[in-house]
């Protein structure tokens, strides 16, 4: 009768398929759980001697204040996961996760594709929230739970806090802290990845450290994630730091805060997929945008400031910037070229800098310290762009082209605006005002020196008519001079002739006629 009876309570707990050890010091706990179960202070902490499977339509509830320690083994979620702690009575899951170069390890938490979605009108499904998850990796493979207002503590590289493979989880109000140190040089770090599927990720703090690895707070391999209202507080890195790397999909990249600490390259686009980067603001950014070949991006109404550079756009990309203020980059506010429209972009050491084709128009210019435009060997069309003033030499002046340097190209900015752009982001008050430069005095010119060499050989045989040579001798004046008074003379001479001969005549006539009287 007694070995009937164990038989029975072992048969009840392989159909339970829990298995816990209670002892002074917590629970022991692994295999799979068939029926509803629920972790309470008093078990605490749990710890897992095998991988844990929740298993379809079976729900595991944990209270606040339990300690699940997971060692190197899995939480495996097929049914529902409630883990909802308190502000002041968190839950904490802890693990073990190792990292040698060769191998990775890690203790993550699953959700499978069958497990329970969230649902925000019946406040039920999967959901993780108020929790301490310490180098804890949570994977979500076609699933949707809620993760909610937890700390994630991550050091190890390689391996990423949270990775989405589909589904439509939402990842809210979260604090995600990942000091990485002494990686080994082009092992990539993540933060959050996204690799298929339309999550939610709102509301997050992204701190992270990272040190000899290229890292992303978030990256995108593909899927349509929102991501919005996020905050990316960039820290010391000796390789390349970005907030969001896009490398595949369409997310939707909204409201967010970058603060880059002079580190950080916000976001980062290497796909050939449209998507819009929408009121976000660039804060002392390495580079606030960089789109390479190949992006077709849409940047509207954002801000970038006090960076060293506001956007990169690589040629052979198709990038579309509108409506943003880019203002007091220490570098250039805008590298590259694209549709160039109602934007203000002031302050910047360089306003537009290589824009190798497109079209500027409509911007405020204004106040950049070394050029408005910096030309590239093509010809830019920038007309009808507010540059402070209206005097043409000052404009002219802030522009270097082919006027400076004929291997390069001709920036056209006349006609201009009169007045700043209306369609524009309005110009800050720090911008300084533009001052007309005075118009230059002209220089007096030298009267010409004109020396005459007295030859020395041959004098000049002219070919001339002798009228010619004599008139280039004496002046003209003299000349009809000359030849009037000779005409008086010899008319002179002619009526004297002939007074003379009369008189002759007559004298001779007379006396032939006194020979005849006598």
């Known amino acids: 009768m007694k070995r009937l009876a164990c038989i029975i309570l072992i048969t009840a707990v392989l159909v339970s398929g829990l298995f816990f050890v209670k002892t002074i010091s917590g629970t ?4 799979t759980l068939y029926v509803d ?10 710890t897992f001697n095998g991988t844990v499977m929740v298993s379809n339509n079976v729900t595991l509830t944990i209270d606040p204040g339990v300690t699940v320690n997971l060692g190197v083994y899995r939480l495996f979620v097929s049914g529902t996961l409630v883990a909802v702690g308190s502000v002041d009575n968190e839950i904490t899951f802890t693990a073990i996760a190792i990292y040698n170069y060769t191998i990775s390890v890690s203790a993550p938490i699953s959700f499978g594709p069958t ?17 301490n998850l310490n180098q804890i990796e949570l994977q ?6 809620k993760i909610d207002s937890c700390t994630f503590s991550f050091q190890v590289s390689y391996i990423a806090p949270i990775s989405i493979s589909g589904g439509s989880p939402t990842i809210s109000d979260n604090t995600i802290t990942y000091n990485v140190q002494g990686s080994s040089s082009g092992i990539n770090v993540n933060s959050v990845v996204v690799y298929f599927g339309n999550p939610l990720v709102t509301n997050n703090n992204f701190e992270c450290n990272y040190y000899s690895s290229p890292s992303n707070d978030i990256k995108v391999s593909a899927g349509s994630p929102t991501i919005s209202n996020n905050v990316f507080a960039g820290a010391y890195s000796s390789s390349n730091n970005n907030g969001i790397n896009v490398n595949s999909g369409t997310p939707v ?11 950080l390259n916000a976001i980062v686009d290497t796909s050939s997929s449209p998507f819009i980067i929408s009121n976000n603001l660039f804060s002392n950014c390495l580079s606030g945008i960089t789109a390479q070949a190949g992006s077709i991006l849409t940047v509207v109404n ?6 060293t550079d506001g956007i990169y756009i690589a040629p052979e990309s198709s990038v579309t910037v509108t409506d943003n203020l880019i203002n007091h980059n220490s570098r250039f506010g805008i590298i590259g070229g694209g549709n160039i429209n109602s934007n203000t972009i002031t302050n910047n050491q360089v306003g537009i800098h290589n824009p190798p084709s497109g079209i500027i128009t409509n911007n405020n210019i204004v106040g950049n310290t070394l050029n408005s435009i910096d030309s590239t ?7 009808n762009n507010w540059w402070g003033t209206t005097d043409t030499q000052t404009i002219n002046q802030t522009i270097y082209d082919s006027k400076v340097d004929s291997k ?4 056209s900015f006349v006609p201009f605006l009169t007045q700043p752009s209306s369609s524009a982001p309005a110009i800050p008050d720090t911008t300084p005002i533009i001052t007309p430069m005075p118009t230059p005095l002209a220089t007096p010119q030298p009267t010409e020196t004109v020396t005459i060499t007295t030859p020395t050989s041959t004098p000049i045989q002219y070919s001339q008519t002798f009228i010619y040579q004599v008139g280039s001798i004496f002046n003209i004046n003299t000349i009809v001079l000359v030849i009037v008074v000779v005409l008086v003379l010899a008319w002179v001479v002619v009526i004297l002739g002939y007074g003379v001969k009369r008189s002759i005549s007559k004298f001779t006539s007379n006396k032939v006629n006194s020979n005849d009287k006598g």
């Open 115 to 131: 497990s329970t979605a969230w649902n925000d009108a019946t406040n039920s499904g999967s959901i993780i929230q108020n929790a």
């Open 302 to 307: 954002n801000s970038f400031l006090e960076g």
């Open 37 to 46: 179960t629920h972790w309470t202070i008093a078990d605490s902490p749990v």
């Open 140 to 145: 979500m493979s076609n699933a949707s739970p």
């Open 28 to 31: 022991t706990v692994d295999g």
């Open 377 to 383: 060997t093509a010809n830019v069309d920038a007309e």
């Open 253 to 263: 990249i909204s409201n967010n805060q970058f603060e880059g600490k002079s580190y």
């Open 408 to 411: 390069l190209g001709t920036v």
